[in-house]
T-cell receptor, first 113, second 114 residues
Framework: AQSVTQLDSHVSVSEGTPVLLRCNYS??????LFWYVQHPNKGLQLLLK??????LVKGINGFEAEFKKSETSFHLTKPSAHMSDAAEYFC???????????FGTGTRLTIIP | GAGVSQTPSNKVTEKGKYVELRCDPI?????LYWYRQSLGQGPEFLIY????????DSGLPNDRFFAVRPEGSVSTLKIQRTERGDSAVYLC????????????FGPGTRLTVL
C-alpha cells in the first residue's frame, strides 16, 4: 500500500529565507514521488517528480527535492523564498505500475514580507 | 496549448438530485483520472480510464457514483441521489499514456449539495 505523511500542516518563512517542506512516504514497490503546488483558485501544478533516476530532483521555480530511501523521505526545499511561493503544497506517491496518485494532506506555505 | 478543462466550475444542487460533471482532457491524452478533494484534504483517487474503458474504479465510494468516457476523450462523472457528504471539489487529470507520465490537472468543479 502507498501513503505519504506531510509532517507540517503550516509552514511560515520570511521572504528570502530557505524553505523546507517535509514528506515521508510508504510504498510496497519502487515508488514514483511528486510534489504538486496549488495556488488559490488555480489547478494543481507539478513542481517536480522522482522516478528512480537521480535522487536529487530539480523542479520549477527553484525548488528541489531529495529522495532518501533509507529515511523514506522526499523533502522539498528552496534556497530563498519569494512572495509568489505562498500556496498549498502536496507530496504525492505512486507505486510502480499503479496509475493512481496518493496525496498527502498538504502543507500551507506562508511567506512573511 | 489548451490544458484540461472542467465544466461547470461551480455546481450547487439539492440533496437527492442527480448531477453530471464534465472533463475535457488535453488533446491526444489517452489516460484520464478523476479525483475528489474535500475541504482541508488532499485529492483522493476515484477512477482511471485508459481510452474508453475504466481500468481502475476502486476509488469510487459507492454505486451512486459512475463515470463514462464513450469516445476516449471527454469524460462525465455522474452522481445519483446526491448527499451533503458529496460536497467537494472534483478534479480531473489527464496524461499522455498513463503509467509514469505526468498527470495534468484541471481547475476542478466545486460541488455543493444543500
Amino acid at each position: 500500500a502507498q501513503s505519504v505523511t506531510q509532517l507540517d500542516s503550516h509552514v511560515s518563512v520570511s521572504e528570502g529565507t530557505p524553505v523546507l517542506l517535509r514528506c515521508n512516504y510508504s510504498s510496497s514497490y519502487s515508488p514514483s514521488l511528486f510534489w504538486y503546488v496549488q495556488h488559490p483558485n488555480k489547478g494543481l501544478q507539478l513542481l517536480l517528480k522522482y522516478t528512480s533516476a537521480a535522487t536529487l530532483v530539480k523542479g520549477i521555480n527553484g525548488f528541489e527535492a531529495e529522495f532518501k530511501k533509507s529515511e523514506t523521505s522526499f523533502h522539498l526545499t528552496k534556497p530563498s523564498a519569494h512572495m509568489s511561493d505562498a500556496a498549498e503544497y502536496f507530496c504525492v506517491v505512486s507505486d510502480f505500475g499503479n496509475e493512481k496518485l496518493t496525496f498527502g494532506t498538504g502543507t500551507r506555505l506562508t511567506i512573511i514580507p | 496549448g489548451a490544458g484540461v478543462s472542467q465544466t461547470p466550475s461551480n455546481k450547487v444542487t439539492e440533496k437527492g438530485k442527480y448531477v453530471e460533471l464534465r472533463c475535457d482532457p488535453i488533446s491526444g491524452h489517452t489516460a484520464l483520472y478523476w479525483y475528489r478533494q474535500s475541504l482541508g484534504q488532499g485529492p483522493e483517487f476515484l477512477i482511471y480510464f485508459q481510452g474508453t474503458g475504466a481500468a481502475d474504479d476502486s476509488g469510487l465510494p459507492n454505486d451512486r457514483f459512475f463515470a463514462v468516457r464513450p469516445e476516449g476523450s471527454v469524460s462525465t462523472l455522474k452522481i445519483q441521489r446526491t448527499e451533503r457528504g458529496d460536497s467537494a471539489v472534483y478534479l480531473c487529470a489527464s496524461s499522455s499514456r498513463g503509467g509514469s507520465d505526468t498527470q495534468y490537472f484541471g481547475p476542478g468543479t466545486r460541488l455543493t449539495v444543500l
